[in-house]
């Protein structure tokens, strides 16, 4: 019998690149897509499957219980994955509460309502089901010029972003040590490729670069991420969700730290001789730097790779000639974000520049 996923933030970046992975290399999965399309979620992400006949879309806030409940009432739910979230952190600086809510009680919510339909009595659950809480490296804080985040480095958030995530993972992993309630909890590193809003760094590059605005770049742009394509993570979650031990956590990432002012230069790189050298560096502009600013992420891949045989796929060069490509592609999409509320955003937050 099939299986039936209910994912909760699908029409976001890295859930909607999920159900059309999942869609694409099942036949036998159903697919309950959950999304309150906030600014961030886009139902254009998933015109390629919106027809499937195994793809189902119900827009309900994650914080609401009894939306929640009724749900896992009506549906045979045998996997949770947990995407939905407010997920960028200069937004989580101006406002936290929001944060708290979604990523902290609306978990809180989703597993509640999981708990009450998959446990058959006290601390046995229906067979085979899972709980798959997204969670982000940024848990783990910010590190100096050497060494790795791994499972077992303490958290130690900064942002109230990342705080309301540890929060998230803190309280799924107490449902398994205290209910047995079977979780795991996955921690990415930076994503990139198709879908992305353009707030976050490589999007918003992308996209500022082809309209020739200035590229900001946070203080002296030498913070480092380790970037990951998103694809790399849609199928590390796959795994995690079917082979996964119950209870563990996984990291994710592919070991390719890059300062932020490269990942700028490079993006200006493939699109200059496009734009007859007219995106070029004179368009990056330093800006006041980020509060709390994390210098350095960098994921330690050992436990997943190891364990369940997870490599990255796409290397870094590809996979960001493939996303640019993308943004230019698909001038449509982007318009529609825009008209989405972005515009706003970016004149509140830039005014100086545009
Ligand atoms: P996103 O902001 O693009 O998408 C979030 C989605 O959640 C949107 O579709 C939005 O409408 C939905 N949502 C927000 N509040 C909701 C609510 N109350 N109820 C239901 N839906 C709601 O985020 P993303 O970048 O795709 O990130 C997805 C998840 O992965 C997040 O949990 C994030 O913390 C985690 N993560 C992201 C990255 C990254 O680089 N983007 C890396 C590691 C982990
Ligand atoms: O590490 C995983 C995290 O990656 C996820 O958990 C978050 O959801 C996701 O938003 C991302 O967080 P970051 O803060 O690392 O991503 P962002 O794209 O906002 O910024 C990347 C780096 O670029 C960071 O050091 C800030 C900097 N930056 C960002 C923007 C938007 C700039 O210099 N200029 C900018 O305009």
Redesign the pocket.
């Known amino acids: 019998m099939n299986k039936t996923y209910l994912v909760?933030?699908?029409?976001?970046?890295?859930?909607s690149n999920f159900i059309i992975y999942m869609l694409n290399k099942y036949s036998d999965v159903n697919i309950i897509n959950?999304?309150?399309?906030?600014y961030?979620?886009?139902l254009e992400n998933l015109k390629s499957v919106e027809k499937n006949e195994n793809y189902k879309f119900i827009k309900?806030?994650?914080?609401d219980a009894e939306k929640i409940e009724e749900i896992f009432n009506e549906n045979e739910i045998d996997y949770v994955v947990?995407?939905?979230?407010?997920?960028?952190v200069d937004r989580s600086i101006k406002n936290p509460s929001i944060f708290v809510k979604?990523?902290v009680e609306?978990t809180l919510n989703l597993l509640n309502a999981a708990k009450k339909n998959w446990e058959e009595k006290d601390g046995v659950y229906k067979k085979g089901v899972k709980f798959l809480q997204?969670?982000?490296?940024e848990v783990y804080g910010s590190l100096g010029e050497t060494g790795y985040f791994y499972e077992t480095t303490p958290l130690d958030p900064h942002s109230p972003y990342s705080a309301s995530?540890t929060s998230a993972d803190l309280i799924a992993k107490s449902y398994y040590d205290t209910f047995k309630f079977p979780v795991n909890i996955t921690r990415?590193?930076?994503?990139y490729g198709p879908f992305?809003?353009p707030e976050?760094l490589i999007p918003l590059i992308i996209t500022n670069a082809i309209s020739l605005k200035n590229l900001p770049v946070y203080g002296d742009g030498l913070q480092i991420r380790d970037w990951l394509y998103v694809k790399d993570?849609c199928k590390a979650i796959d795994l995690v969700i079917n082979k996964g031990k119950v209870g563990e956590v996984y990291n994710i990432g592919g070991h390719n730290e890059k300062t932020n002012i490269e990942i700028v230069k490079i993006i200006i790189n493939k699109l200059n001789k496009s734009f007859d050298g007219r995106i070029n560096e004179n368009l990056i502009k330093h800006v006041e730097d980020r509060k709390g600013h994390d210098r350095r992420y960098a994921i330690a891949p050992d436990k997943i790779k190891k364990e369940l045989s997870w490599e990255p796929i796409t290397m870094f060069e590809e996979g960001i000639e493939k996303t640019i490509e993308w943004y230019l592609k698909n001038d449509e999409w982007l318009k529609n974000v825009l008209s989405n509320g972005y515009l706003d955003y970016y004149n509140k937050m830039y005014k100086n520049l545009v």
């Open positions: 909760t933030g699908g029409a976001g970046f890295i859930g959950v999304d309150f399309l906030t961030a979620g886009n309900a806030d994650i914080c947990n995407f939905a979230a407010e997920s960028h979604t990523n609306g997204v969670s982000t490296d995530k990415c590193s930076n994503n992305q809003f976050k993570h």
